[in-house]
């Protein structure tokens, strides 16, 4: 497997290119950057702009891993408004067609939300209508994705939806696209669950991994904590992973950031993540 980070790990509004010079001298093979609304590499980012982005990232000698965006947490697939829900779908499109400029092989996509806990406000929409919504959008984006050439990685995250590995495999199989599969989140599930047990079951369905490591005994957004020091069996998880024949991108993912000397946490985490995978 190899190393990578997202660009949500670096502190807040460096630029793509420093992100990328960071990484390379803290030892990663990959970077993950993201797609925002606006600024850098957004929606309004035009091929040009893109393909200068995954130039810079050759001529630093790093990979680019894959296309993360936090815009669905604004924008929901599964939101009761039908244009909200469109806005969502051109988003996908969107960062489809910036990760194949990009020449990346995935992209990481919020499935949508019952509820969300840790946004004031945030709609309600029932379970039954929301697993329509998602199923309606991911079966209409599959062949977008395919076109593209590049899969969509349906991430498991602290949204009330798809709560089980169960759930979570069956949805995927539901869609019928090889194109479409999961973004499998290490430390997502630690409240509710087994990473292990997640890996085992979604199998070759993982299209890529974030590491994450949390604290159950904090709980909330409060029990996120440095690699190695929550709760996450580690050795399991790395295990598992081999065992459904995953050798991709493990990508580490580090909310929240340091409050002093913020660029340290990038090195820490390429050295915990070195011991994680056996590399010292």
């Not at 990959?30 to 797609?35: N, T």
């Not at 990346?104 to 379970?127: K, M, R, S, T």
């Not at 599959?142 to 009330?160: D, L, M, P």
């Not at 599969?181 to 299209?207: A, C, Q, T």
């Amino acid at each position: 497997m190899k190393k990578g980070i997202n660009a949500w790990s670096f502190p807040g509004g460096m630029a793509v290119p420093d992100c990328l010079r960071l990484a390379k001298d803290a030892g990663f093979e990959g970077l993950e950057p993201a797609l925002n609304e606006t600024g850098e590499l957004s929606l309004e980012s035009k091929e040009a702009e893109i393909a200068d982005i995954r130039k810079r990232a050759e001529e630093t000698g790093i990979a680019l891993t894959s296309l993360a965006s936090g815009l669905y947490w604004q924008y929901s697939l599964t939101s009761s408004d039908a244009k909200i829900r469109e806005k969502a779908m051109g988003i996908v499109r969107k960062q489809l067609e910036t990760a194949a400029i990009l020449g990346v092989d995935a992209i990481l996509v919020v499935p949508g939300a019952v509820g969300v806990d840790f946004i004031p406000g945030a709609e309600v929409v029932p379970y039954d209508r929301a697993y329509d919504y998602a199923l309606e959008a991911f079966s209409r984006l599959a062949g977008e994705a395919e076109a593209c050439g590049v899969s969509i990685g349906i991430e498991n995250v602290w949204n009330k939806f798809l709560l089980s590995p169960l759930e979570m495999r069956d949805f995927i199989d539901r869609i019928g696209s090889p194109w479409v599969g999961s973004y499998f989140d290490v430390g997502n599930v630690l409240y509710s669950g087994y990473p292990e047990h997640w890996i085992s079951i979604l199998g070759s369905r993982i299209k890529k991994v974030h590491f994450k490591d949390y604290r159950r005994e904090a709980g909330g957004l409060h029990g996120f904590v440095d690699l190695l020091a929550g709760d996450v069996d580690y050795a399991a998880v790395v295990a598992g992973l081999q065992a459904v024949g995953y050798d991709g991108y493990v990508i580490a993912e580090m909310i929240p950031s340091y409050k002093q000397h913020t660029e340290q946490i990038v090195y820490n985490t390429s050295g915990a993540m070195d011991a994680i995978l056996g590399r010292k």
